[in-house]
């Protein structure tokens, strides 16, 4: 294993020595050697976070739920533990926990399968990133490290944000914590007509989760992070580290998003951005609590003057116009039936339209391509934003 500093260095090649480190002790835990030629970089930033982190020998073993560390007044403690199990490439069932540890047979068993199929795949992989990440998410799941609450994968991704984040903030002793909410998701959702409400509401639900996906990678694009540094994204909620001193990006970011969303929403939807800074040390303290609802408040705060930095916009006389029969809204002047294939369809606005078509495309969709080119597929979902089109293809799985 060499061994460097933190200068002149680049985030991914952290990241996928965190990986590496992983995947290591999972082999090693199965009794598999990794492959010669399998050298592991190791850097001060992710050396001082694994100290923070908790992350000593990188013993792995059994996973129990974190829910066994709530104390009740009554009713007996029970522990209870996931099974050894990888996840499946394809539907994967729930892994309900069990009240027994996994047996002797069952370690062995599950040894046995990483000994078989993962081993095989870590040579020609071992310096891309995004194959470890996806072979950690589908083997080190069902395992603890050194904490027999913390998964593998966990303990493996918060190193990696918290790495990342040291290394790129230039020797200080303070990183940030950025916080994102998209709010008025229930009005978007909800608050349209019972015509075509099945397919539309099906497809606002996604179409807002791709919303908060976008607003991810526009973050990551923009700060330069790997995907890593993301802790939380999903429900229109998002939470990443970053370095010190992003305030000023991350600021421009939300305005320009939110120019978006006021245009093609009319105001329905508004992302909240915030940042807090904290002490490196304080990252898996009680103290990172505090800076936690910080940001928190901040955020709280924002949805308070939603799209005040729009408001000339919002505020310039228009015509008012025949509104849309699903969702209301009266500022466009383009509005054609809802479902071409009906003659007594109702009108309907271009978001709307575009709801009810993808909501159709949902039950046979297979698979998500996010891309700048709009030529994969013939009528992909396009975000227009300031810095560019973003265009997502949902595509049928391929027969085989």
């Keep these: 294993m060499s061994q460097t500093t933190n200068s002149s260095i680049n985030t991914e090649q952290i990241v996928c020595s965190v990986y590496q480190q992983a995947i290591a002790a999972l082999l090693q835990w199965a009794k598999a050697k990794i492959p010669s030629g399998c050298q592991i970089t190791q850097y001060d930033a992710i050396r001082q976070a694994q100290k923070l982190l908790g ?18 007044k009554q009713g007996a403690s ?37 000994q078989q199929d993962l081993l095989p795949q870590v040579a020609s992989n071992w310096e891309n990133s995004s194959w470890l990440a996806i072979a950690l998410d589908k083997y080190g799941g069902c395992v603890s490290c050194d904490d027999s609450t913390v998964a593998l994968i966990d303990l493996t991704r918060m190193v990696a944000a918290v790495a ?26 909800y608050t349209i007509t019972s015509s075509g409400a099945l397919k539309s509401l099906r497809a606002r639900s996604f179409y807002l989760e791709l919303v908060t996906e976008e607003v991810v990678q526009q973050l990551l694009e923009t700060l330069d992070l790997p995907r ?47 940042c807090q800074t904290c002490a490196i040390q304080d990252v898996a303290g009680v103290a990172f609590t505090k800076t936690w609802n910080q940001v928190i408040e901040q955020v709280n705060r924002q949805k308070t003057t939603k799209f005040s930095h729009q408001l000339d916009q919002i505020l310039q006389p228009r015509d008012s116009l025949s509104p849309c029969k699903v969702c209301h809204r009266d ?27 993808l909501g159709g495309k949902l039950l046979k969709a297979q698979k998500l391509i996010r891309s700048r080119k709009a030529h994969l597929t013939e009528d992909p979902l396009c975000f227009n934003l300031k810095s560019g089109n973003i265009y997502y293809h949902l595509l049928k799985q391929r027969k085989t």
């Design 78 to 114: 029970v522990a209870h533990y996931i099974p050894l199990r990888p996840i499946e490439d394809c539907n994967p069932p729930v892994p309900y926990p069990s009240k027994l540890p996994p047996t002797a047979t069952e370690v062995e068993t599950f040894q046995q399968t990483l």
């Design 228 to 274: 890593s540094s993301v802790i939380y994204a999903g429900g229109g909620n998002l939470y990443l580290l970053a370095p010190l001193g992003v305030e000023q990006q991350v600021r421009e970011k939300g305005d320009a998003i939110n120019r978006w969303l006021q245009q093609d929403f009319q105001g329905k939807v508004f992302l909240s951005l915030a």
């Design 164 to 189: 990342v984040a040291i290394a790129s903030s230039c020797n200080s002793d303070q990183i940030c914590l950025v916080a994102g909410d998209l709010s008025g998701i229930q009005k978007f959702i």
């Design 331 to 357: 500022d466009q002047d383009n509005l054609q039936p809802l479902n071409p294939l009906e003659a007594d369809s109702v009108l309907a606005c271009s978001t709307c339209r575009e709801m009810f078509h």
């Design 55 to 72: 992350w000593g020998h990188a013993q792995i073993g059994p996973l129990r739920l974190t829910f066994d560390q709530i104390k009740l």
